[in-house]
T-cell receptor
């Protein structure tokens, strides 16, 4: 059974700190790995997508890495801000467009 | 370019009723997937439609059904509603291109009383 696990489930850090969110997945034959942000009661906003042939992607203060051999991805957030407070979801994608989500990490940035 | 839209935003039903949720895919996208997200959980895959045909289904009973129309918009129908069907229902569209990036709508919040 394909699974996606995110650790920690919740995280609180002071504003300005750099932080790392972790995601692990079973079955290294993934097609892509996508990170999403979800604000309370809202839909999902795509942050970064890493193709299986890539090792990382960057967008502004965000950097996501992918290590298929170990079944891990990390999302690095630099210089965190209160506006970064949200739930971050990791999802593995297969070639047929179906994706499997982790339960997410609830991030709270303390002003 | 118009993003993914869903209607209604919120819905309250009672047990045993039926509900229809709607999704308009992003312009140029031919694949729509539906997900159910219970409180505090990650989204769970319900099913996917590609060019008007069901193309894969998750672990959901047959009372969850769907349609995709020629303009690639889609409906999710749930019959005989149960309390556990209360959740945020998300629709995502994609193009099945090299990148397969999924774009999500804002969701429909369904409450079953």
């Amino acid at each position: 059974k394909q699974e996606v696990t995110q650790i920690p489930a919740a995280l609180s850090v002071p504003e300005g700190e750099n932080l790392v969110l972790n995601c692990s997945f079973t079955d290294s034959a993934i097609y892509n790995l996508q990170w999403f942000r979800q604000d309370p009661g809202k839909g999902l906003t795509s942050l970064l997508l890493i193709q299986s042939s890539q090792r990382e992607q960057t967008s502004g203060r965000l950097n996501a890495s992918l290590d298929k051999s170990s079944g891990r991805s990390t999302l690095y957030i630099a210089a965190s801000q209160p506006g970064d407070s949200a739930t971050y979801l990791c999802a593995r994608g297969d070639r047929d467009d179906k994706i499997i989500f982790g339960k997410g990490t609830r991030l709270h940035i303390l002003p | 370019e118009t993003g993914v839209t869903q209607s209604p935003t919120h819905l309250i039903k009672t047990r045993g009723q039926q509900v229809t949720l709607r999704c308009s895919s992003q312009s140029g996208h031919n694949t729509v997937s539906w997900y159910q997200q219970a409180l505090g959980q990650g989204p769970q895959f319900i099913f996917q439609y590609y060019r008007e045909e069901e193309n894969g289904r998750g672990n959901f009973p047959p009372r969850f059904s769907g349609l995709q129309f020629p303009n690639y918009s889609s409906e999710l129908n749930v019959n005989a509603l149960e309390l556990d069907d209360s959740a945020l229902y998300l629709c995502a569209s994609s193009t099945r291109t090299l990148y397969n990036e999924q774009f999500f709508g804002p969701g429909t919040r369904l409450t079953v009383l």
